[in-house]
C-alpha cells in the first residue's frame, strides 16, 4: 500500500497564498508522474498540474498557469503546489496523485496511489 499524505491547506482571503504538500515514500516518488488534482464539492476531480516520471516534463491546467506553481524536493520525496493569487473559485479538496512510470497525465483515472486530500477555502 502506497500512502501519500498531503497537508497544507487552508481558509486564505481571496489574493491570498498557500503551499501544499505531499510526502511520498522514496520508490514511488523517483519512479513515478506526481499530480495534483482538486475537487469542488458537486464537480468532478480536475486536473492542477504533474510533473512526468523522472521529473522532466511539468503540466498544467491552463486555469492555473501563471498563479500555481508545482515543484519537487528529491531529497525529500516531496511534492508542492504553491497557489497565488488565489480566487474563490479554486475552493476545493486538493489531492496528490501518483502514477507509476507515467508521463504526467491530466486524467486521474491515469493516476493509480492517492492522498486522502488537504482542503483548500478561499473567500471573497
Known amino acids: 500500500q502506497v500512502e501519500l499524505v498531503e497537508s497544507g491547506g487552508g481558509l486564505v482571503q481571496a489574493g491570498g497564498s498557500l503551499r501544499l504538500s505531499c510526502v511520498a515514500p522514496?520508490?514511488?516518488?523517483?519512479?513515478?508522474?506526481m499530480g495534483w488534482f482538486r475537487q469542488a464539492p458537486g464537480k468532478e476531480r480536475e486536473f492542477v498540474a504533474a510533473?512526468?516520471?523522472?521529473?522532466?516534463?511539468?503540466y498544467y491546467a491552463d486555469y492555473v498557469k501563471a498563479r500555481f506553481t508545482i515543484s519537487r524536493d528529491t531529497f525529500k520525496n516531496t511534492l508542492y503546489l504553491q497557489m497565488n493569487s488565489l480566487k474563490p473559485e479554486d475552493t476545493a479538496v486538493y489531492y496528490c496523485?501518483?502514477?507509476?512510470w507515467g508521463p504526467g497525465s491530466d486524467m486521474a483515472s491515469s493516476y493509480e496511489y492517492w492522498g486522502q486530500g488537504t482542503q483548500v477555502s478561499v473567500s471573497s
Open positions: 496523485a501518483a502514477d507509476l
Open positions: 522514496e520508490e514511488t516518488f523517483s519512479k513515478s508522474a
Open positions: 510533473f512526468a516520471a523522472g521529473g522532466g516534463n511539468i
